[in-house]
């Protein structure tokens, strides 16, 4: 079954996201719209930029450039509590979170 995204709000999306660790740009133009009931896969090799994407999304590092929307609201400038209280959380592995 394929799904007509133009007729489908983005759940979550980036709209020509790049950005920088100081003076070094770590993504370049990324485009990517996910819609409700999608699954989907950042695949790449170590320093890809995986991590730095989605820690965009709570502005650690801040997008230097384009939009992240969530359900349509543009919330690239947000801060990290207004994001969280949006239902948005990245949980790394690894990192010992949980016990088990």
């Known amino acids: ?34 819609s409700k009931g999608e699954i989907v896969s950042l695949i790449g090799a170590n320093g890809a930029g995986k991590t730095t994407l989605l820690s965009t999304i709570f502005g650690a590092p801040r997008a230097s450039r384009g939009k992240i929307l969530h359900r349509g609201e543009d919330i690239s400038k947000l801060p990290t509590n207004r994001v969280a209280a949006r239902g948005i959380a990245l949980v790394p592995e690894g990192r010992q979170i949980y016990s088990d």
């Open 1 to 34: 079954m394929t799904v007509d995204q133009s007729s489908t709000e983005a759940l979550l999306e980036f709209r020509g996201v790049e950005a920088h660790y100081g003076p070094v740009q770590a993504l370049r133009n990324i485009d990517i719209r996910i």
